[in-house]
């Protein structure tokens, strides 16, 4: 481990939220609770049967807020980590729940959207919403139904705040991935742009994945991720 990090970046998949009881994207089947990807995350499936994406993102969102959902000790440990960490620390989430800020993170992006936004398809403003919504529910800028997406980036469109996430990514010295498994683009590059300033790039996940990591810590993320950010704190 690099002593002495002065700047960390830190993207999470949907393997740090498993042990909360958010189950992860299948990449191998190609299955997000049981539907195909296709269907649910992709404008073409939005666009073919819109009843099945509004129903899929409701019942995710009311997933996330029922009571058995809570942030893990993972998450805690990195909220934790950045109000100790007297370095630059940026946190970038693939998920689209929000354990995260349930545990206190503040220096976060989702650059995958967000199951409690919704977004207007006219003016792109965009909403906090934890109650169901589709086709038939009113805007609330434009004031007329048919308007509103779930605020979700899927396949084939662009993630959010790539801007900051790149500047971030080219001037840090450690990387850390946690619990993706690095098959979705680009996070899944986010190490290499990492390594161009010479960053050291540390992977901890329940499994190692073929990507070239500096360091491969493998185990399930509330135990190995407290262990980790407590070492890397006490070395600053
Ligand atoms: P992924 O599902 O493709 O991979 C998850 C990785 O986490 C796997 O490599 C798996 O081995 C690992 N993992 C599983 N349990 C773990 C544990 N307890 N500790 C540590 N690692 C564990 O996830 P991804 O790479 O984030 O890509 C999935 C896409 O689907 C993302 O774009 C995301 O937006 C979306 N998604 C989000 C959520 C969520 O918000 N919680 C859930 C499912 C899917």
Not at 30 to 59: K, M, S
Not at 65 to 71: E, T, Y
Not at 159 to 165: D, R, T, V
């Amino acid at each position: 481990m690099s002593a002495r990090a002065e700047s960390i970046v830190v993207l999470t998949g949907a393997g740090i939220s498993a042990e909360s009881g958010i189950k992860t994207f299948r990449a191998a089947d190609g299955l997000w609770e049981n539907h195909p990807i296709d269907d649910v995350a992709t404008p073409e499936g939005f666009e073919r049967n819109p009843q099945l994406v509004y129903e899929f993102y409701n019942q995710r969102r009311q997933q996330l807020l029922s009571d058995p959902i809570k942030p893990n000790a993972a998450h805690s440990y990195l909220a934790k980590f950045e109000h100790e960490f007297p370095g630059k620390f940026l946190l970038v989430t693939q998920n689209v729940d929000n354990l995260h800020e349930r545990a206190g993170s503040e220096n976060l992006v989702h650059m995958h959207g967000e199951l409690l936004k919704m977004r207007c398809l006219n003016s792109q403003l965009v909403f906090d919403i934890i109650e169901n919504f589709n086709f038939d529910t009113n805007c609330r800028c434009c004031r007329s139904p048919g308007n509103l997406r779930p605020h979700i980036v899927w396949f084939g469109e662009m993630p959010f705040h790539m801007n900051k996430i790149n500047q971030a990514l080219e001037s840090c010295d450690v990387f850390v991935a946690i619990g993706t498994s690095g098959n979705v683009y680009p996070a899944s590059g986010f190490y290499q742009t990492a390594k161009i300033r010479r960053a050291r790039t540390v992977e901890l996940n329940l499994e190692r994945t073929s990507s070239g990591f500096d360091e491969h810590i493998v185990g399930n993320a509330s135990e190995i991720v407290p262990k980790y950010f407590e070492n890397l704190l006490q070395a600053c």
